[in-house]
Every structure is written in C-alpha cells, then in structure tokens.
C-alpha cells in the first residue's frame, strides 16, 4: 500500500505559474512509477503527465505538453509538477497517482488538490 499526499495547489492568473509536490508513504518509493492526472467536474479523469521509476523517462499529454515539467527525488519520496504558463482550462482537481508501471499508475491515488486559474 501506498500513500500519496499533495501539496501546492491555489489560485493563481492565467499566465502564471504553480509547482505540485506529491510525498508518497508506505513502501519503497522508488519502486513506483509516479504521474498526475487532473479533473474537473462531469468530466472523466484526464492524464497530464508519467515518470518512470528512476526518472529516466517522462510522458506527457497533450494539454501538459510544453508548459508542465514532471521530476522526482526518490531520496525525498516526492514527485513534482512544475507548471508554468497556466490557462484558465488548467482549473481542475490534480491527482498524484502512484503504479509499478507508467500503463498501471493509476494504482493508487491521493486525494487530490484544487488548482484554480483566474483570468
């Protein structure tokens, strides 16, 4: 079992810039690949961004593309979100998720944490 807790969510102008933390707990961190989703209310959950288990490789989604940078510390338990250029439709509830591999992440969750863009 793994916890997962967030951290760094706020209102901040479009424009602007937000960094997530996620502190992971529980079992040997560096066994999980990690990575964020993000939703906003009546629509599906939606991937944002991946990291392998050593960090070695990251996956994005199409609207995290550019202007989101995922990394890890495996010393620290803890996976970043680095958001810059925010867009009022990046308003949603982000989620850590947490899975032995990048296609099984979605093992565990956190319990989320609002991110609200104002223009």
């Known amino acids: 079992q793994v916890q997962l807790q967030e951290s760094g969510g706020g209102l901040v102008q479009a424009g602007g810039s937000l960094r997530l933390s996620c502190v992971a707990s529980g079992r040997t961190f560096s066994g999980y690949a990690m990575g964020w989703y993000r939703q906003v209310p009546g629509k599906e959950r939606e991937f944002v961004t991946g990291i392998t288990k050593t960090g070695s490789t990251t996956y994005y989604g199409s609207s995290a593309q550019g202007r989101f940078t995922i990394s890890r510390d495996n010393v620290n338990n803890t996976v970043y979100l680095q958001m810059n250029s925010l867009k009022v439709d990046d308003t949603a509830v982000y989620y850590c998720?947490?899975?032995?591999?990048?296609?099984?992440?979605?093992?565990?969750w956190g319990q989320g944490i609002q991110v609200t863009v104002s223009s």
């Open positions: 998720a947490a899975g032995p591999t990048l296609a099984t992440m979605n093992r565990y």
